[in-house]
């Protein structure tokens, strides 16, 4: 099956820095990509749709400038968290799919401590 | 809005009984794909079965099957013969298509625990 790779699986940084998350398809090329976070013990809750070449969707509540989500490359997409505080902590996870009509592949997921 | 409910926020089946997980959503919208993916404690998340809304023949993977209700706007997921490695969230989902748009939106899960 295709194989999508998030990087890095765990991250901890201080209140008021950034971190960057990666998310790879490593064997195809996916014209289409999701971010979800997710908290414990709930649902993925989708951040953002971005589509190689052009601006993110974001979901209606979802700050764009401190999520700010880069997808500029059909292989590659990154999500940066800016000027992060100990709220932004969750688990993020990244889908990429290769159309619109096709299923999503999941990365691993990333878990983010702001402290 | 377009929402996807699982009423079973926990179920329990014992090995190799069968269980049904069910999932009822809402759209207004006529192409859509559905899923169920599971998240085992790894959180990774896997495709376990997709079906497309077009079609009327309910899809099937091994020990898994999907009951589809358009009309109903129901896909509940069928496990049969349980095993140990079963045991996981499982997440109803769609993915809807707007033009050249679309969103994959999860419902709320299903832990479903196996029992001896």
């Known amino acids: 099956g295709a194989v999508v790779s998030q990087h890095p699986s765990r991250v901890i940084c201080k209140s008021g820095t950034s971190v960057k998350i990666e998310c790879r398809s490593l064997?195809?090329?996916?014209?289409?990509m999701f971010w979800y976070r997710q908290f414990p013990k709930q649902s993925l809750m989708l951040m953002a749709t971005s589509n190689e070449g052009s601006k993110a969707t974001y979901e209606q509540g979802v700050e764009k400038d401190k999520f700010l989500i880069n997808h500029a490359s059909l292989t590659l997409s990154t999500l940066t968290v800016t000027s992060a505080h100990p709220e932004d902590s969750s688990f993020y996870i990244c889908s990429a799919s290769t159309g619109v009509r096709t299923e999503a592949f999941f990365g691993q997921g990333t878990r983010l401590t702001v402290v | 809005a377009q929402t996807v409910t699982q009423s079973q926020p926990e179920m329990s089946v014992q090995e190799a009984e069968t269980v049904t997980l069910s999932c009822t959503y809402d759209?207004?919208?006529?192409?859509?794909?559905l899923f169920w993916y599971k998240q085992p404690p790894s959180r990774q998340m896997i495709l376990v079965i997709r079906?497309?809304?077009?079609?009327?023949q309910n899809a099937t993977e091994n020990r898994f099957s999907v009951n589809f209700q358009k009309a109903a706007k129901s896909f509940s997921l069928k496990i049969s013969d349980s095993q140990l490695g079963d045991a996981a969230m499982y997440f109803c989902a769609y993915r809807i298509y707007t033009g050249t748009a679309s969103k994959l939106t999860f419902g709320t899960g299903t832990r479903l625990q196996v029992t001896l």
């Open positions: 064997d195809f090329q996916a014209t289409t």
């Open positions: 759209t207004s919208e006529s192409d859509y794909y």
């Open positions: 079906q497309e809304a077009y079609k009327q």
